[in-house]
């Protein structure tokens, strides 16, 4: 049994979804503390040739809640418009705009203001648009021992879940033992995702944009090939 555990991001990177594609349960880690300037409510994309962050507007609130316990803005979906909008403007006329639109605007105007159901909701709708099976899990809704932190707790949900192969992307290398896992009998691979080049619009290539652009300038039989363009890498 393959586990993967990640926050849930706001329209991720490819290597994202290739994690989600590697495992056979994908735990989406929405009840630990929101990181302030992370991924979690933003992400990059194409916008007059260069990386441009769009972001989802949340709650001024106490950023050491979790995840869980944030909220958009009262006026969300007048906000989330704008970043549809935006999305329409730049994305025009890319190949695969028709393709694409839909799924995202479906998405931008989901109802709940949850910022963390807000996001599992797109992360399920684009894993659906792929045909991208993994099961996914909330780790909110797990019964898991709480006062647990960091490695510790990532062991104990992979014991919960009867996890022999625990799954993680290549960023996380430097917060996790091998050998710890490997006395609870679990493998460690980290997801390395290879070069992924493909034809943007007119200028240099910008890599490592939001899902969005992945979509926007490839067919779905090549961004679902392009899940599995990755390798996995031991300590």
């Not at 849930?8 to 994908?26: E, S």
Request: glycine fraction near 4%.
């Amino acid at each position: 049994m393959k586990v993967g555990i990640m926050q849930p991001y706001l329209f991720p990177y490819i290597g994202y979804f290739q994690t989600i594609n590697a495992v056979d349960k994908y735990v989406i880690y929405d009840d630990v503390q929101f990181i302030k300037g992370g991924w979690i409510n933003r992400n990059r994309l194409l916008i007059n040739g260069k990386a441009s962050m769009v972001t989802l507007k949340i709650k001024k609130e106490d950023f050491k809640l979790n995840i869980n316990e944030i909220f958009l803005v009262d006026n969300f979906e007048y906000e989330n418009n704008k970043v549809l909008k935006s999305i329409e403007l730049v994305y025009s006329r890319a190949p695969y705009f028709s393709n694409t639109i839909d799924v995202i605007r479906e998405i931008l105007t989901y109802k709940d203001k949850n910022l963390s159901k807000f996001i599992i909701n797109s992360i399920v709708e684009i894993c659906k648009f792929l045909d991208v099976n993994t099961e996914l899990i909330i780790s909110s809704q797990l019964k898991k021992d709480t006062s647990l932190k960091a490695e510790e707790k990532v062991i104990h949900i992979n014991e919960i879940l009867g996890s022999d192969t625990y799954i993680n992307a290549i960023g996380g290398m430097e917060l996790y033992s091998k050998d710890k896992f490997k006395e609870q009998g679990i493998d460690l691979f980290f997801v390395k995702m290879k070069e992924i080049k493909y034809k943007q619009f007119n200028g240099d290539f910008i890599p490592n944009l939001s899902i969005i652009d992945v979509l926007m300038f490839n067919s779905k039989e090549e961004v679902k090939r392009l899940l599995s363009e990755y390798e996995l890498v031991r300590i």
